[in-house]
């Protein structure tokens, strides 16, 4: 089993992603040879490392699924220990995403949802800042003082929504944990690292609180004579989390601080981290050693270039804007650029915490 890089073309099509711009195509992934990209007006997701049923990560030398590879070696790319506790998939779904335009409002359910089907899952969520126009913002829970009553009255009465909730400046390395029951949008300006959980071989499920009240053509534009995107405010009420704290407190409770992990001129930090995963940034120039995991790892090349190189003697190169899943046979890792790198690496590495 060798490293492999995966597909950099995972794109979502524009009529999911109105809202999207073009910083995934004209900067993350410009040096790459991507049939068909030059005729992408816009570009809001790419899925760098997936298995999850709509768009499943493919390995770029064969095509072959990701989610394929690893149900037939679970012990290869999960870890001994993952598959003694009956894992035989990796939960993790790591997004790119570029917001030209404002997300909707949304929010994610929990795993054990009795609503959900038995395709369907909850979400548990990361932010990682990549860039942020000046002035751009996050949304994330409501304002002091907004209760479910106050929520229902304006989406019913076509009021503004983001008027009750917290807006949140951001700058580039700005993380969050956003988790289920959390009301949250991305607005306009803003690329991003999105990790998130998702149970394997299922869907996850995303309800839609509110979409500015906007239209759409049938290609995904906007316009004043074509339709709105489907709202799901009935489940969205149910699943709110009613209970957390509003305000300043509840955005503090979300922001995650850096913790560096390795200090040398290749730094390894911890950027975010909840109950169901850990994502780490890997920047700089050098060396950098990273003792086994004993899990899959989800790498996304957002800058530079390097050689990874594994215990069991593979390596490869990966550069801005490709991506790898690092199985746990890997053993340790060495991240090595080159001796006069021009630009820094820079990785943003997400690993799954036993469920």
């Known amino acids: 089993m060798q490293l492999r890089l995966l597909r950099p073309d995972n794109f979502t099509p524009a009529t999911r992603t109105p809202w999207g711009g073009r910083r995934i195509l004209d900067h993350y992934k410009r040096d790459l040879t991507i049939a068909g990209a030059a005729d992408l007006e816009v570009c ?3 899925w760098e490392v997936s298995v999850e049923p709509s768009f499943p990560s493919r390995f770029a030398d064969t095509d072959e699924p990701l989610g394929e590879a690893i149900a037939n070696h679970p012990a290869a790319w999960l870890g001994h220990d993952a598959v003694a506790r009956g894992q035989r998939q990796t939960p993790l779904l790591v997004k790119l995403l570029d917001a030209r335009d404002n997300l909707s409002v949304q929010v994610h359910p929990d795993d ?4 959900l089907n038995s395709g369907e899952s909850g979400k548990f969520e990361s932010w990682y800042i990549l860039d942020a126009d000046e002035g751009a913002v996050v949304y994330m829970g409501f304002r002091d003082g907004v209760g479910k009553n106050d929520v229902e009255r304006c989406l019913r009465g076509s009021g503004q929504l983001d008027d009750l909730l917290n807006p949140i400046p951001v700058t580039p390395g700005d ?3 956003i988790a289920p029951g959390t009301v949250h949008a991305i607005a306009a300006g803003i690329t991003l690292i ?10 996850a499920v995303t309800y839609r609180y509110w979409d500015w009240n906007r239209r759409y053509d049938r290609s995904g534009a906007q316009s004043p004579r074509g339709k709105p995107r489907e709202l799901h405010i009935d489940r969205a009420l149910a699943v709110t989390d009613w209970n957390a704290p509003r305000g300043e407190e509840f955005v ?3 922001r995650t601080r850096s913790e560096l992990l390795d200090s040398g001129p290749l730094r390894r930090e ?3 981290q909840c109950r169901y995963f850990v994502l780490e940034r890997w920047s700089g120039t050098g060396v950098l050693r990273v003792p086994a995991q004993n899990g899959l790892l989800a790498a996304v090349c957002v800058a530079g270039s390097a050689r990874l190189q594994c215990q069991t003697g593979d390596s490869l190169i990966i550069r801005r804007g490709q991506s790898i899943a690092v199985p746990a046979r890997a053993g340790d890792i060495e991240l090595i650029t080159a001796d006069r790198a021009e630009a820094a690496v820079e990785l943003l590495v997400t690993r799954a915490k036993p469920r």
């Open 194 to 203: 999105e990790p998130q959980s998702v149970l394997p071989d299922r869907r």
């Open 112 to 115: 054990h949802d009795p609503a």
């Open 44 to 46: 809001g997701e790419s």
């Open 252 to 254: 503090a409770a979300c």
């Open 175 to 177: 993380a969050f944990v």
């Open 270 to 272: 911890r950027v975010s």
